[in-house]
T-cell receptor, first 114, second 112 residues
Framework: ETGVTQTPRHLVMGMTNKKSLKCEQHLGHNAMYWYKQSAKKPLELMFVYNFKEQTENNSVPSRFSPECPNSSHLFLHLHTLQPEDSALYLC?????????????FGSGTRLTVV | GDSVTQMEGPVTLSEEAFLTINCTYTATGYPSLFWYVQYPGEGLQLLLKATKADDKGSNKGFEATYRKETTSFHLEKGSVQVSDSAVYFCALSETSYDKVIFGPGTSLSVIP
């Protein structure tokens, strides 16, 4: 039990589909993050939320739409994706305001776009 | 901007060999430093951390010392096991909101 739960673990979707990834943390953390991990590439930070407010969007295409309804839940809504969007999507949380505590990661959602 | 550089591997070692994975960083201030590990099919787990110069982080037989003078945070283990096969990420955090910057990761394979 990592404290950060991501669902689903695996997702296959067509380019015209709409789907959502869910992340939930039970650690009382204030900050949540979406990362993309592709083969042979460094981890890419996509979005940062602090106290439910989006504080960073790293030039992510609009076909990825985050939602953070409260400090414990984070969603990533997907629509009209491309095959190059196939990757492992990782959610993480942290205490936020206190530097040096590090992240707690979920196990990720393995997304395949066909 | 801040950045982390680490040997990319892959690194292949025999069981019980000594492990070193080099990590150096660039930062404007005094960051906290981390090592994360990712086992196959899983997300990243925090392995160890150090928050100030000369601190030594340790966990599961792994160690790393925060060297400000050389801006380094090398990961070491005296005797690796097959179960240590994973990808290891060096990382730093400098902002008050804890945003972590990751290195590219080093793949380690330990063979019996």
């Amino acid at each position: 039990e990592t404290g950060v739960t991501q669902t689903p673990r695996h997702l296959v979707m067509g380019m015209t589909n709409k789907k959502s990834l869910k992340c939930e943390q039970h650690l009382g953390h204030n900050a949540m993050y979406w990362y993309k991990q592709s083969a042979k590439k460094p981890l890419e930070l996509m979005f940062v939320y602090n106290f439910k407010e989006q504080t960073e969007n790293n030039s992510v295409p609009s076909r990825f739409s985050p939602e953070c309804p409260n400090s414990s839940h984070l969603f990533l809504h997907l629509h009209t994706l491309q095959p190059e969007d196939s990757a492992l999507y990782l959610c993480a949380s942290s205490q936020g305001a206190t530097a040096g505590t590090g992240y707690t990661f979920g196990s990720g959602t393995r997304l395949t776009v066909v | 901007g801040d950045s982390v550089t680490q040997m990319e591997g892959p690194v292949t070692l025999s069981e019980e060999a000594f492990l070193t994975i080099n990590c150096t960083y660039t930062a404007t201030g005094y960051p906290s430093l981390f090592w994360y590990v990712q086992y196959p099919g899983e997300g990243l787990q925090l392995l160890l951390k150090a928050t100030k110069a000369d601190d030594k982080g340790s966990n599961k037989g792994f160690e790393a010392t925060y060297r400000k003078e050389t801006t380094s945070f090398h990961l070491e283990k005296g005797s690796v096991q097959v179960s240590d096969s994973a990808v290891y990420f060096c990382a730093l955090s400098e902002t008050s909101y804890d945003k972590v910057i990751f290195g590219p990761g080093t793949s380690l394979s330990v063979i019996p």
